[in-house]
């Protein structure tokens, strides 16, 4: 047992050091990075409270300026999250999600389980 906890451990943390920094720079999705960091932070066993308090080593740039000077309203996990996507979620982004949600259609070698997947993803992406 205690060799299992070793290396989940072990996984979380090169999880935790592969997760790429964001910097705002416009090919990098604010949306999925944030679902990727806070899955990484779900496995990690993370409360809210260490999340917010790790934040900033995963920011560079504006973004880590921009935590920096909001610091003070971030009073909890969920309301940093809402102020990030807000700040560098691309409209762009939902709008192209919306006009990929309404016309995706189940390709004939698509795996039901792959399409229902993409579609859910998609809903999330314009209604998160």
């Known amino acids: 047992l205690i060799m299992a906890e070793k290396t989940?451990?072990?996984l979380l943390s090169k999880a935790l050091e592969q997760t790429p920094k964001f910097s705002g720079k416009p090919d990098q999705d604010?949306?999925?990075w944030m679902k990727?960091?806070?899955d990484t932070f779900r496995m990690a066993d993370m409360t809210e409270?260490?999340?917010?308090?790790?934040?900033p080593t995963f920011l560079e740039g504006?973004?880590?300026?921009?935590?920096?000077?909001?610091s003070t309203i971030f009073e909890s996990w969920s309301v940093f999250k809402a102020q990030f996507i807000h700040t560098y979620s691309s409209p762009s982004?939902?709008?192209?999600?919306?006009?990929?949600?309404?016309?995706?259609?189940?390709r004939h070698?698509?795996?039901?389980?792959?399409?229902?997947?993409d579609v859910m993803k998609l809903c999330k992406l314009v209604d998160p």
Do not use: C, G, M
């Open 30 to 32: 604010a949306d999925e």
């Open 36 to 38: 990727n960091l806070t």
């Open 62 to 70: 504006h973004p880590k300026q921009w935590f920096t000077d909001n």
């Open 8 to 10: 989940v451990a072990t």
């Open 49 to 55: 409270a260490q999340a917010l308090k790790i934040i």
């Open 93 to 106: 982004s939902k709008q192209l999600a919306s006009n990929r949600l309404r016309t995706r259609q189940q």
């Open 109 to 117: 070698d698509e795996a039901a389980i792959e399409y229902y997947t």
